[in-house]
């Protein structure tokens, strides 16, 4: 098949599977838009609103990496608690945070207060777990894959317009003003999150005993392994990028925001085109996608090349999603919760630990973060093809049978 016809099989089916969505996941995806829009507006500016709060690179890798302490820790007990607890509740915990934590951002009168907003808006991040739990769990005749990428495409078709409102809006509203119109989006997408129907729960599955008798197979611990080294390595450069853009590339300011709307459009293109793949194909592309973003801005020259650079960035989402396909034929569906949010952990953990790296090195040598990016994905790209296809037990996802007790509804 030429690559013509493999792009529009893949868009055709994408659109087939978005209409094929029941009442719920509309629902969701709806509330994942607005709220795509909204983070959209302000995130690729936060690194330079920090600046212009008075925060060094050394202090802006600090804050960055403590919001990724806080979401990390958030994960483990967010999954747990979705399996015995309710997934739903779990979400409007998380939408409900992460709208307060908005607010604090916009109204803030000081470093220190924006700075906690920014923390408390990370860690209202531990959504991920059960969500991604409520979306298995609802997606009727979708492949565990195709109904996480397909929902992680709607946010993400929100945060391509978001940047695109924020690069426009910065000069007339200020930074300040960026957050005040995110806040009011994110309340739009709470009160539509309230309206999701319940699930079943599995009280058990909160025992402690239940939780020492959840022995994950060796198979789910390297993966875990993989996925976090994977998004260290990727996410390495990516916190002070925009600073090293504009210090460094003489990229303008407003041009950043239109960079991060093209990061959010390579993860929509990306899980398009490999959403309905084996996901151990759609993992091995997304991380090529990533190393390719690394070496981009690292050797590139002039505004073409940044701009695929930051296209391909959307690998990273991609990388999100298909870690948690490949672990879902690894655990049973009463720990769910807690394997998703094993996974989230390993995507989260590199969110702290790579921005304190990142702000020492760009203090010291810029360029090596684009450098040491590239050079550890493309050995990681190698441990995964020797890896992934060689473990009988990453079958693929692509079965098209109902979620087992979830009726299609429509």
Known sequence: MSPARFVAHALRDFLQDLFRLNRDL????????????????????????LAQWGASPEAIGGILGLGGLMLTLSHLPAGWLADGLGRRQLMWASWGAGLLAAWLMALAPSLTVFALGVVFYYASG??????????????????????????????????????????????????????????????????????LRPQPVHPQSNSLAALRRARPPRAFVLLIGLTMLTVFAAYLPQPLAPNFLVEHRQVAL?????????????????????????????????????????????????????????????????????????????????????AYGLMETANGLPLFLAPLLAGWLYGRYPEALWSLSFGALLALMLGTAL?????????????????PGVSPDR
């Open 387 to 403: 890896w992934l296809f060689r473990t009988p037990a990453f079958v693929p996802s692509l079965h098209t049978e109902p979620a």
């Open 26 to 49: 509309r629902l969701l995806a709806s509330a994942l838009l607005i709220w795509g829009i909204g983070e959209g507006i302000f995130f690729y500016y936060q690194p330079l609103y």
């Open 126 to 195: 531990f959504v991920m777990a059960p969500m991604n739990s409520y979306i298995t769990a609802a997606r009727g005749p979708l492949s565990v894959g195709r109904a996480l990428t397909l929902l992680s495409a709607t946010f993400n078709l929100g945060a391509i317009l978001g940047p695109v409102f924020g690069s426009l809006l910065v000069s007339w509203l200020h930074m300040r003003g960026l957050y005040l119109i995110s806040a009011v989006l994110f309340l739009i997408s709470t009160l539509t999150v309230l309206f």
């Open 254 to 338: 407003p041009v950043v925001g239109r960079l991060g709307a093209l990061s959010r459009l390579g993860l929509v293109v990306l899980n398009v085109l490999v959403g309905g793949l084996d996901p151990r194909w759609g993992y091995l592309l997304a991380q090529g996608a990533l190393a390719s973003f690394a070496l981009l801005v690292w050797q590139g020259q002039g505004m073409v090349w940044y701009a695929l650079a930051f296209f391909l960035m959307g690998g990273q989402g991609t990388i999100r999603s298909l870690s948690a396909a490949l672990a879902r034929p690894l655990v049973s569906e009463a720990h769910m919760g807690l």
